[in-house]
């Protein structure tokens, strides 16, 4: 039970760690549009997005999926410029569909996120023939992480949004706005063709 909590520490500390702020900010794009009350809908998008890394850091590391770590960490920001990007389209904040495009980019995107840790992961992993505990640890500590994150994201909106009296539209173009810009510099800096 010692490596369960080994390796949750592992997956809380790799979303939520600022040394790995393209985490945050993805999820920080993803959840900006969204209010407490909306708590069920993030909690369905965090979980698409934990899905979709689980797949992939799975088959990375029982070797069925093999990439190019270069265009991973380039597709990486990519994942956070087309989510922000995805915010401008916000206008209407009645999120009454049940499955909406946003569900579909967060699994589709934590497909990629997800081979983004696999080689580290990989070279954590003893040389046992059962890693799924350890793997089920990693992303039950990924999803608490990604939790803390949205709940802070959540704060700040209700202090800027609720107390402060900005303009929700606003206060999510420009939070989106700086997102995009910090995500374009990393994309530009690990741009595979240079």
């Not at 401008?88 to 934590?110: D, E, M, T």
């Not at 696999?118 to 039950?140: H, R």
Request: hydrophobic content about 55%; glycine content about 6%; charged content about 15%.
């Amino acid at each position: 039970m010692n490596d369960f909590g080994l390796f949750f520490e592992i997956g809380y500390k790799h979303i939520a760690d600022l040394k790995g702020i393209d985490h945050i900010l993805f999820v920080a794009a993803l959840c900006i549009r969204y209010q407490f009350a909306d708590w069920k809908k993030l909690l369905w998008l965090v979980t698409a997005f934990t899905i979709g890394h689980s797949i992939t850091l799975a088959l990375s590391v029982f070797n069925i999926l093999n990439y190019s770590t270069d265009w991973i960490e380039f597709l990486i920001p990519i994942t956070m410029l087309v989510t922000a990007i995805s915010n401008v389209f916000v206008k209407k904040f009645a999120f009454k569909a049940k499955f909406p495009i946003i569900y579909f980019f967060a699994l589709f995107f934590g497909l990629i996120h997800g081979l983004g840790f696999s080689n580290y992961f990989k070279s954590m992993l003893g040389k046992g023939e059962n890693i799924v505990p350890e793997l089920l640890a990693f992303n039950l500590g990924l999803e608490a992480g990604q939790i803390l994150i949205v709940l802070s994201i959540l704060f700040i909106s209700l202090i800027f949004v609720n107390l402060f009296k900005v303009n929700r539209r606003e206060y999510i173009l420009y939070i989106s706005g700086g997102i995009f810009a910090i995500a374009l510099q990393m994309a530009l800096e690990r741009n595979p063709f240079l």
